[in-house]
């Protein structure tokens, strides 16, 4: 042991021993400062691990009961406050909701209220409509002087009912086939847009309005003045109001061809009177007028068996057209082949002009044209005119 404690190395002398050595310097002391949020919480943590480690020991040497029963109790302290809010909420939620309820109820109280106001006033305006009604059905029937021929009444239910046609048979509107496009020549409209029309005049409406139509382009001049649709109606009233039952008669329209202004047409109510207009016109409208055909409306229709409508020398059967408009329900005023008749085929094309429009309209929309016990479809007849040729070249 001696021998170790000579052998170690001594240690190095203090710097107070040396004489020459600088003096020592003051150092200032060390400032503490307060512990930090960090340190706060590490404290607080001990605390509460204290306290739970206390409250572990207690529990210990108590029954299973017991002890669920603190722990509850302390779950429950450090649960309060979260529950108490929550509760907070809770109430304001239930407050808002009963205030809502409330405001309901008043909005749907109030809605009543004025449905039922809406409802007595309905009924008071009826009861007084009910009233006019029973009061107008018991007064006596009293002859009214210059009073209007039952004519015009007459052309109302008229175009009540036309209109009534239109509105409740719309055209269904169908795309084309192939067929459809590859007959459709480029300069001429689709095979579905459902219009009518003949070669010289307008396109129909698809009405049973009936027109006569005057020609005064060949008409002499008389007095510098050319007929005008005015003079015209004029002459027809004044004509007319000198027949019987004709003496407050008026003509129902008179319009001008937008196409050629020497064409008037003259718009009768039913086919009498049509006649009667004819008649008239014919008379005494003027030297060189014309009263030109009835309008017509084409209609194509094939896979027409070809011995219901020609004959052995190609020709239309007599009474084909009387026979086929008695099928149909319907009147034909002419009928011509379309299909070649130098070849023989069983079925061929045929158009037929009807002088009815809601007639062709029906038939277009039914799609079928009774001939000789079966049918034929039906489509819109487009006029094609022919190649233009010139004979200069």
């Not at 002391?29 to 607080?44: G, V």
């Not at 450090?78 to 939620?93: I, M, Q, R, T």
């Not at 044209?369 to 079966?374: M, Y």
Request: hydrophobic residues 25%.
């Amino acid at each position: 042991m001696t021998g170790r404690a000579e052998t170690r190395t001594p240690e190095p002398p203090d710097r107070d021993e040396h004489e020459n050595s600088p003096p020592r310097l003051l150092r200032p002391r060390r400032s503490t400062r307060p512990p930090n949020n960090y340190a706060q919480q590490q404290e607080f943590d001990n605390e509460q691990g204290n306290a739970h480690s206390q409250r572990k020991r207690k529990t210990q040497g108590k029954p299973v009961g017991q002890r669920e029963t603190v722990v509850s109790e302390s779950s429950t302290e450090s649960e309060d406050p979260n529950a108490s809010e929550l509760l907070k909420e809770l109430v304001k939620l239930r407050k808002e909701i009963r205030q809502r309820d409330e405001s309901h109820k008043e909005e749907l109280q109030r809605v009543k209220e004025e449905f039922g106001a809406l409802k007595e006033e309905f009924s008071a305006a009826l009861a007084e409509v009910r009233h006019e009604l029973q009061t107008l059905a018991d007064r006596p029937a009293t002859p009214q002087p210059h009073l209007e021929p039952c004519s015009q009444n007459d052309e109302i239910l008229r175009e009540i009912q036309s209109l009534r046609e239109e509105i409740s048979a719309p055209a269904p509107i169908s795309s084309p086939s192939y067929a459809d496009i590859a007959r459709t020549p480029p300069t001429s409209h689709p095979s579905n847009v459902r219009t009518l029309s003949t070669l010289n005049t307008t396109p129909s409406n698809f009405t049973d309005t009936l027109y006569c139509t005057v020609d005064t382009a060949k008409m002499t001049e008389s007095e510098n003045e050319k007929k005008s649709a005015g003079s015209i109606r004029a002459t027809i009233e004044k004509e007319i109001r000198t027949m019987d039952d004709h003496t407050h008669w008026r003509c129902r329209a008179v319009t001008v061809s937008p196409r050629d202004p020497n064409r008037i047409r003259i718009a009768c109510r039913d086919e009498a009177e049509h006649q009667l207009v004819k008649k008239v016109a014919e008379e005494k409208i003027g030297t060189g007028a014309r009263v030109l055909r009835d309008e017509l409306y084409p209609i194509k229709v094939d896979s027409v068996k070809r011995a219901a409508v020609l004959d052995e020398n190609h020709g239309i059967l007599t009474g084909a057209a009387a026979a086929l408009g008695e099928e149909n329900e319907t009147t034909i005023a002419k009928m011509t082949w379309l299909s070649s008749k130098e070849t023989v085929k069983p079925y061929g094309s045929m158009v037929v002009y009807l002088t009815k429009g809601t007639d062709a309209r029906r038939l277009l929309v039914d799609g079928y044209f009774h001939a000789g016990g079966e049918s034929g479809t039906t489509s819109v007849f487009e006029h094609r005119p022919r190649p233009m040729q010139c004979y200069n070249c």
